[in-house]
């Protein structure tokens, strides 16, 4: 978990989604959709209601299977992945791509600790060799478990879950469950962390505690993160980078000063008619350069 492991040995960005279509039935999801995100960035895709952003997570994380079009992952060491071509355990297992869902799921009767700990059975399976002697006897699953439960306290530590550990993960407060959730993904090691609005339903002293965790995922672990969300406080405050959808498509690309200002995004915040996009983007313009005049004279 050191600040070292960050080092990157490429600079290829870590995610690539290239001329992404999702069809429906007669529904055009997602249309002909291209963005980037950058390793080590916090990437935010954000957009109205429908606009597809849940369908390209799902993308992503092969929850489905891409009408058209190609979803690029390239790990640390170099190492592509074709994602829209991977069952989703492998996306996680091998590609290195955790997420969690917009709907909190994790097993409410168990933990908190022992949450963590589920989340680390693959690695714990392998070390048992997948036989019930190496359960019972090799010495390298029980140095595995040690390291899983370290790797567990580590995590509960980084998202001030440590007093709440044997705790019935159930009984946590919702922020502390978001969070719980998010130390889960992290349990498994992921270089990319995909989360489906991890602020949604959080009062803003947790909706604070959320920014610092993610904040403190991408300094000490240099894990990339790509996140949707409808709360622009949190979008703005730790984005590097914001991606615009509506109705499927990108409509606007860039850093979250950039994209707050952009016009067409205001347009489809303010659910503007299509006929009327271009009326309103004058009238904004008009407002901005009004407001950029008054500040040169202050
Ligand atoms: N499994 C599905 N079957 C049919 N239509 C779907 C399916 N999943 C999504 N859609 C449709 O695709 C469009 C995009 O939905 P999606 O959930 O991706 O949007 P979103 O931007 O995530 O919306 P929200 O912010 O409300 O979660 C919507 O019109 C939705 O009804």
Known sequence: MSALETNTMTNEPILKVEHLSMRFGGLMAINDLSFEARRGDITALIGPNGAGK??????????????????????????????????????????KVARTFQNIRMFSGLTVLENLLVAQHNMLM?????????????????????????????????????????????????????????ARAMCTGPEFLCLDEPAAGLNPR???????????????????????EHDMSVVMEISDHVIVLEYGQKISDGTPEEVKNDPRVIAAYLGVEDEEVEEVIEEIEEIQETEGGQGGKH
């Open 54 to 95: 849940t369908t390209v997570f799902n993308c992503v994380t092969g929850f489905y299977k891409p009408t058209m079009g190609m979803v690029t992952m390239t790990q640390r060491s170099g190492k592509k992945f074709l994602l829209e071509r991977m069952p989703d355990f492998e996306i996680t297992r091998d590609a």
């Open 206 to 228: 947790e909706s604070l505690a959320l920014n610092e965790l993610l904040r403190s995922i991408r300094q000490d672990t240099g894990t990339s993160i790509l996140l949707i």
């Open 126 to 182: 392998r070390a048992s060799g997948f036989t019930i002697l190496g359960l019972l006897g090799f010495a390298g699953y029980r140095r595995a478990t040690e390291q899983s439960i370290e790797i567990a306290k580590y995590w509960l530590e980084k998202a001030d879950l440590l007093s709440r550990a044997d705790d019935p993960a159930g009984d946590l407060p919702y922020g502390a469950q978001r969070r719980l959730e998010i």
